[in-house]
């Protein structure tokens, strides 16, 4: 374990913002949490730190969870169990199941971020989320100082949502995940664009690896490099109305991207009404809409927390005042 004293958070967020926090602590193994304590009111813990807007500093202890490792814990009948630490990188946990011959996660290729945060927002792309592989979590009750175990049920799990996001946010400390991964690769090739990118490769049968390698290749394509530019993908979820609602905004709107979910709801594709509102691309000093997917913000060098913040409030206010819908911050906004 590190301790370190009033510590900048630029280059541990992805969004690039610059935020001070009083303490740094970097935790290397579960028994580094003893003695510690955690109120989510002022400390936060942090994975990559690509799924937050820093919009003030903490005033309290980050907790950085760099617990790290990978193993099988079960391999029989064409099914393993894997367990990685919460420290890990999601990708690299992708790569490392891929090369051990398991599949189930190459949807989810270069997702940003580590392996802890994954069950937060129940992490999805090309039609695969999370919750599809996942056998259970390991976590630190914060409350109860004991080390707890939840099932995939127990997680309530939903889009972009589960019980550590919402009504448990900040009691929990994930420190490891459990994912139930095949021997037997059975594609999941339902997102339209995917089976597109694997034709243009010329693949008609795709491995996992391959799929993976689409999946790298059109993200590559669609989303900004944090590296090159500040961002944390996708900044406002695809909201969530009922069939009729949105049968309704369709015929005012008859390009609306919808997609049928159950229970008689339908999302809404949310970048499809930012650019039909103009924002794509807009700039607003060193905040912006991405010019490649109007669903990203971005920082383009010296933007703070607070003025992407306000850019947010501003698109998410036109789209409103156009479709009457509320677009819902996909990151965690941290206002201190
Ligand atoms: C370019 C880009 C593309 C992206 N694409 C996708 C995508 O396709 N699908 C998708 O779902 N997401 C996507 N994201 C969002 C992000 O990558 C994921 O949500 C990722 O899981 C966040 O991981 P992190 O370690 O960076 O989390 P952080 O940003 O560090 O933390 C996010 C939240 O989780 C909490 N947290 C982190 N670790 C733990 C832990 N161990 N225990 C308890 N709480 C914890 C934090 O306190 C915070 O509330 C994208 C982001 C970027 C920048």
Not at 172 to 198: H, I, K
Request: proline share 4%; glycine share 10%; hydrophobic share 40%.
């Amino acid at each position: 374990m590190r301790r370190a004293d009033d510590v900048s958070l630029r280059r541990y967020n992805s969004f690039g913002v610059e935020a001070r926090a009083r303490e740094v602590v970097q935790l290397d193994s579960l028994s580094d949490l003893e003695g510690l304590n955690f109120d989510p009111a002022c400390d936060l813990v942090l994975g990559g730190g690509s799924n937050l807007l820093l919009a003030n500093d903490i005033e309290g202890t980050v907790f950085l969870n760099r617990i790290r490792g990978m193993r099988i814990l079960s391999d029989r009948d064409g099914i393993a169990t894997v367990e990685a630490a919460a420290g890990e990188i999601w990708h690299s946990l992708v790569l490392w199941s891929l090369a051990h011959g398991l599949t189930g996660l190459e949807n989810l290729s270069l997702i940003p971020g580590l392996a802890g945060a994954a069950p937060l927002q129940n992490i999805g792309a090309y039609g695969v989320e999370l919750s599809d592989v996942l056998e259970s979590v390991q976590a630190w009750d914060w409350q109860s100082r004991e080390r707890v175990e939840f099932s995939n049920t127990d997680c309530q799990f939903g889009y972009r949502d589960s019980r550590f996001k919402s009504g448990d946010a900040g009691r929990y400390l994930v420190t490891a995940l459990r994912l139930r991964l095949s021997r037997q690769f059975e594609p999941r090739l339902t997102y339209s664009g995917l089976g597109e990118q694997l034709a243009k490769m010329e693949i008609s049968s795709p491995t996992a690896r391959q799929v993976s390698q689409a999946v790298i290749m059109l993200r590559k394509r669609k989303l900004p490099d944090p590296a090159l530019v500040g961002n944390a993908g996708s900044f406002f979820k695809n909201p969530l109305v009922t069939c009729e609602a949105a049968d309704s905004l369709r015929s005012r709107f008859p390009d609306l991207p919808l997609f049928a979910v159950e229970g008689r709801h339908c999302k809404l594709g949310a970048g499809w009404m930012i650019e039909h509102c103009g924002w794509k691309g807009f700039r607003e000093g060193d905040a912006g809409v991405s010019e490649r997917h109007a669903l990203v913000l971005v920082n383009h060098g010296h933007a703070s927390g607070g003025e992407i913040l306000a850019l947010a409030d501003k698109v998410s206010e036109s789209v409103f005042e156009t479709f009457g819908v509320r677009l819902e911050p996909e990151p965690r906004i941290i206002r201190g």
